[in-house]
């Protein structure tokens, strides 16, 4: 039985408001990052984003119904919104020569853990 079908039954339209709601707290919110980090500070507001990740992944794990899935990808889009300003703190931290590499290699970091989340989902089963 596939996971979708365990959470949330018949209802795959229901499965993608969590997605949905996911990219649409993260567009809004990286539309005005930019202002609300020089207002209350670049450190506090990617502290701030990484905590309220933190919680949408807890609320996500230990989610029983959809409802959950779906405040979780709230969450998870508010937090992931304001992180996107990490790449503009790399660019003020890094000389200018080193930029494109340094940009590279957190890129690649971050790809990196999407690639081994998707072979630990092929091996679970």
Do not use: Y
Request: proline content about 2%; glycine content about 12%; aromatic content about 8%.
């Amino acid at each position: 039985m596939s996971f979708q079908r365990l959470l949330c039954g018949n209802l795959p339209d229901r499965l993608t408001k969590v997605d949905f709601r996911w990219n649409l707290v993260a567009a809004i919110i990286v539309t005005v990052s930019g202002r609300l980090a020089d207002i209350f500070g670049r450190r506090w507001f990617l502290i701030t984003g990484a905590i309220i990740s933190t919680i949408g992944a807890i609320v996500g794990a230990t989610g029983h119904n959809i409802n959950q899935m779906i405040a979780s990808g709230v969450l998870f889009g508010l937090g992931g919104g304001m992180q996107e300003m990490v790449f503009s703190c790399i660019q003020e931290m890094v000389p200018n020569s080193r930029r494109f590499i340094t940009l590279g290699q957190c890129t690649q970091f971050s790809l990196s853990g999407s690639r081994a989340s998707g072979l630990a989902q092929l091996h679970a089963s």
